[in-house]
């Protein structure tokens, strides 16, 4: 098996839970209930627009009645499974004799439920929404969110700049946005402006704020944001910047989820004809692929040998059967039979 880097790894954590209910309703309120915290992690948290869909009898977890997942469209239009939720009906308490005393007394066997994702959420992370300076933090998942560079030619301009430097820091770290305390690094190391600045630009730092002898004397401060193009720079009044940075940081956390979902809809498209899939899912340069494909909603008629032909010929598989899909009739994109409601089709990781 290859390895990818937080994708695919021989070794790997989980965030993984198991619950065993009384009911078949009641486990698969849990698997859906499982379905949406995840999916309002991927898109409040991460900024990552995902979609929420049943998995195929072929895709679907050994075993499991039924697998629900999230799916999201990486930088180079592939998709990522980003975490699944199933539900296991009796068939794991069966083969593991896991079974209760009833309200009647009687033992039967309990319903259950498993789900989890992993550390290749930080695989989507870094392909969702990194550039080519590195990373690129939604502020929630942040380890820190301000990096405050004081610059200074000589000593008598340090005191005055460490100064105002020391007093913000101080502010801000006092101080937090939608409940999350505001982290700073405060950077002074024997480095030039230029190479402190890129060394956090490449971590990921949202907020840069850049303190020198002008600033000072025009009582104001530049900061920067990671969402924009590095050489953007935005002069706050010093009595303006712990409001401006709670404002901005909000502002960033929509801005990089809109972002996203914004690219997964540019290149989401609607495919009925054969001929048109086909193409659309086929490099210009089969020896050197070009970025190409995306999501193609079409239909699918529930036949695997459909499924597994599209996957032979293109290497695209159904990323999932999305929950809030409408009843549509149309004909199967492979076979031209009946079908009842449109798929994801994607290439995917």
């Excluded at 930088?75 to 079974?99: E, P, W």
């Excluded at 998942?141 to 913000?168: C, F, G, T, W």
């Excluded at 995306?294 to 695997?304: E, L, Y």
Aim: with cysteine; charged share 30%.
């Amino acid at each position: 098996m290859r390895t990818r880097l937080f994708l695919r790894t021989t070794e790997f954590l989980w965030q993984e839970g198991h619950t065993v209910h009384e009911t078949e309703e009641d486990a698969r309120e849990e698997t859906l209930k499982m379905l949406d915290i995840y999916a309002k992690f991927a898109e409040e948290y991460l900024a990552i627009p995902v979609l929420k869909g049943a998995k195929t009898e072929s895709e679907k977890f050994p075993g499991a009645v039924d697998t629900y997942c999230i799916e999201a469209m990486m930088q180079d239009k592939k998709a990522l499974q980003c975490g699944t939720s199933h539900f296991l009906g009796q068939n794991f308490a069966r083969a593991s004799n896991i079974r209760f005393q009833n309200r009647e007394g009687e033992f039967q066997y309990a319903w259950t439920t498993s789900w989890g994702v992993s550390t290749r959420l930080i695989g989507a992370l870094i392909m969702t929404h990194s550039d080519d300076n590195g990373l690129v933090l939604p502020p929630k998942i942040a380890p820190a969110h301000i990096a405050i560079i004081p610059i200074y030619r000589n000593e008598q301009e340090k005191d005055s700049v460490m100064q105002l430097a020391n007093v913000l820091n101080k502010e801000l770290r006092h101080t937090d946005w939608e409940g999350i305390p505001i982290q700073t690094e405060l950077d002074d190391r024997e480095l030039t402006s230029s190479e402190r600045n890129w060394y956090w630009i490449k971590k990921g730092m949202p907020l840069r704020i850049e303190i020198g002898p002008r600033d000072i004397s025009t009582n104001s401060v530049m900061i920067s944001r990671r969402d924009e193009n590095p050489k953007d720079k935005h002069r706050v009044m010093i009595d303006e910047v712990v409001k401006y940075c709670k404002t901005t940081l909000a502002e960033m956390q929509k801005n990089i989820f809109q972002r996203a979902k914004e690219f997964r809809e540019q290149n989401t498209v609607k495919i009925d004809d054969k001929e048109e899939f086909y193409r659309y899912f086929t490099p210009q340069n089969e020896e050197e692929p070009e970025i190409h494909g995306g999501f193609a909603h079409s239909h699918w008629c529930g036949n695997p040998l459909c499924e597994e032909k599209i996957k032979e010929d293109l290497k695209v598989t159904i990323r999932c059967i999305p929950l809030e899909a409408e009843k549509e009739e149309g004909k199967c994109i492979y076979c031209g039979k009946p079908s009842s409601q449109r798929v994801i089709f994607a290439k995917a990781y």
